[in-house]
């Protein structure tokens, strides 16, 4: 949380982050691009919390944080609790559960969600009982709500269960029933959501797959690289433990990849997800974004650590506290360079600046109205933004893509009134505001303080449409 808030002078470049926000206050039960728990996280959060960067990256690290505990109470089936402890921490120096766990959206929720889908699922197949069963099934839902690319993880503990007679086993008795039936429960009103709105986040989804089969290759070529580095600072941290036969360790860690009789339980739970979308990347031609596996490795650092265990290779697990410690305080200090160094540079990701932004929009309409912005829109990622740091007042709506956001209309606008904002090279959002407002344009130029520097102006463009009843600004 401290880290991001030094590196970043914003939430995110893309703008993902103001864009769950504004989705999220609707509370519907699914939006253009992504099914809504991630959005419904968001709206909730920031309830209590106030509408600011610091605020936002704590609940990227709250979400992370109950993922390594998801991984902890996954490895403590399978190893002693004092090892379970070493799986958190090993995942916490990894590129997943830090820097790009820091930005909140659909990719960043299913770190919180599938270690536990996963936990719940080891529980029912292991014991059998109810409540792991309904567990499993409400999680199981849940991760669909927050990506479809969970079902990714649903087809790997598939494979998992009949891979492993004593878990098949479990599928075909009728306590499975309980999972498919809260499974269902879950998905119930997105699903009513879905055929009335005639499956737009499938159109969405589609846009992703269809290419080459070469290319679909090549890019899961990259797609397995970069698992690869996300995976090796936490390969590092559990080597760095081993009291002896450091080498042995890292051998037996290599080879049990490659190697499902050295832990076949967790074997199948760590590598399945990684099989599942091969097929995916091969069979649709869907070329795999690095970060959407970000979540599948919940089994990998726990199959590690049975398989020392299993060879008697002994960790020193009160010097885990003392690294983790160590690669903290070097994170903080390379976060605060970053952050420093791009606003030296003029960055976007620096020197943006979105909630100057909001509050210059939110003290121009409130001049002329004496009240809260209704709505915004515009260029899109600055009209989320003067809607995210503002009150908690001001909904977002697309002008130019109207069906993105269909729980306001233009009539809806016409009757409240809305400001429109515009970067001055977005030529759309300029002819767009200047027909729909019939006022004339309020140019500005905005910057903002960072590092002890006040950093270059960046040019904005306002058209106010005021409420029918106000009256139009000429």
């Known amino acids: 949380m401290i880290g991001a808030w030094l590196s970043r002078g914003n939430l995110d470049t893309p703008g993902d982050m103001v864009e769950n926000y504004v989705w999220g206050i609707e509370w519907q039960a699914g939006y253009a691009k992504h099914p ?69 959206n659909a990719n960043a929720v299913l770190l919180s969600v599938w270690p536990w889908t996963a936990y719940f699922f080891v529980r029912f197949v292991q014991t059998g009982a109810r409540s792991p069963a309904a567990a499993l099934g409400v999680l199981a839902g849940a991760a669909i709500l927050g990506k479809y690319f969970s079902v990714v993880l649903l087809l790997a503990l598939l494979i998992a269960a009949f891979a492993r007679p004593a878990w098949r086993a479990r599928l075909l008795n009728w306590r499975a029933l309980i999972t498919v039936c809260a499974f269902l429960v879950v998905l119930t009103p997105h699903l009513h959501w879905l055929v009335t709105n005639h499956f737009p986040t499938f159109g969405y989804a589609e846009e992703r797959t269809g290419g080459t089969l070469s290319a679909a290759v090549a890019r899961l070529g990259v797609y397995t690289l970069a698992q690869i580095g996300y995976l090796f600072l936490s390969y590092c941290f559990v080597v760095a433990l081993v009291r002896k036969e450091r080498g042995r360790a890292a051998r037996l860690m290599l080879q049990s990849i490659v190697s499902p009789r050295m832990c076949p339980d967790l074997w199948w739970l760590a590598l399945a997800p990684m099989f599942v979308v091969a097929a995916i990347a091969v069979i649709a031609r869907t070329q795999m974004a690095s970060v959407w596996g970000m979540a599948q490795w919940f089994a990998i650092v726990p ?62 309409w409130k001049a002329h109205t004496g009240e809260d912005i209704p709505v915004a829109t515009g260029s899109v990622h600055e009209a989320e933004s003067v809607a995210f740091y503002g009150s908690g007042h001001t909904r977002y709506w697309s002008a130019l893509e109207p069906k993105t956001t269909p729980w306001l209309t233009a009539d809806d606008i016409a009757r409240s009134g809305a400001l429109f904002v515009c970067r001055t090279d977005d030529a759309h959002c300029l002819a767009a505001g200047a027909a729909s407002s019939r006022a004339q344009p309020i140019s500005a130029e905005i910057r903002k303080h960072a590092w002890g520097r006040l950093l270059p102006a960046r040019k904005y463009v306002f058209f106010l449409k005021l409420p029918e009843s106000t009256g139009t600004l000429e």
């Open 36 to 104: 809504p728990l991630f959005a419904w996280i968001t709206a909730a959060w920031f309830r209590v919390f106030p509408h600011v960067d610091i605020a936002y990256f704590a609940l990227s690290s709250l979400n992370a944080m109950v993922g390594l505990f998801g991984i902890v109470a996954l490895a403590r089936r399978f190893v002693p609790p004092r090892l379970a402890f070493i799986a958190g921490l090993a995942m916490a120096v990894s590129p997943l559960y830090s820097n790009l766990a820091i930005k909140f």
């Open 303 to 364: 199959m590690w650590l049975a398989v020392l265990s299993n060879h008697e290779i002994e960790l020193r697990s009160g010097r885990a506290v003392r690294v983790l410690g160590g690669y903290w305080v070097l994170v903080l200090v390379a976060t605060a360079i970053v952050g420093y160094v791009g606003a030296r540079r003029n960055t976007d990701d620096a020197a943006e600046p979105r909630a100057e932004l909001s509050a210059y929009a939110h003290a121009l």
